[in-house]
């Protein structure tokens, strides 16, 4: 059931995305996109996670990006696309359950 858009829910809606955008893009990320990004572009190369090469994480966020760099190039900037619609998704999914 979709609820109607308040005034005082739609500020902060708004707030969060532009929040997202900023981190996102501007690279206010707190883990090491480097571990990513390598691990991501294993995966296009055809190695498997944790058979292949080690992660301390799940594999979901490797595919993700790789996803990412096989529909925008091989680059920071396509894995940080990935995680702002990642993010957002996240956002606009608790704001339905919300």
Same mark, same amino acid.
């Given at each position: 059931?979709?609820? $109607?858009?308040?005034?005082?829910?739609?500020? &902060?809606?708004?707030?969060?995305?532009?929040?997202l955008l900023f981190i996102h893009?501007?690279?206010?990320?707190?883990? %090491? %996109?480097?571990? *990513?990004?390598?691990?991501? $572009? @294993?995966?296009? %190369?055809?190695?498997?996670?944790? @058979?292949?090469?080690? &992660?301390? +994480?799940?594999?979901?966020?490797?595919?993700?990006?790789?996803? /990412?760099?096989?529909? *925008?190039?091989?680059?920071?900037?396509?894995? @940080?696309?990935?995680?702002?619609?990642?993010?957002?998704?996240? #956002?606009?999914?608790? +704001?339905? #359950? /919300?």
């Amino acid at each position: 059931m979709l609820r $109607k858009l308040s005034l005082p829910s739609l500020f &902060f809606f708004s707030i969060a995305i532009f929040f997202l955008l900023f981190i996102h893009l501007h690279g206010f990320i707190s883990y %090491d %996109d480097g571990w *990513f990004l390598q691990g991501a $572009k @294993r995966i296009i %190369d055809g190695e498997i996670p944790y @058979r292949n090469f080690e &992660f301390l +994480y799940n594999p979901g966020g490797l595919y993700l990006n790789a996803i /990412g760099f096989l529909l *925008f190039g091989q680059s920071i900037l396509a894995s @940080r696309i990935v995680a702002l619609i990642n993010s957002l998704i996240a #956002v606009f999914l608790i +704001y339905l #359950v /919300g």
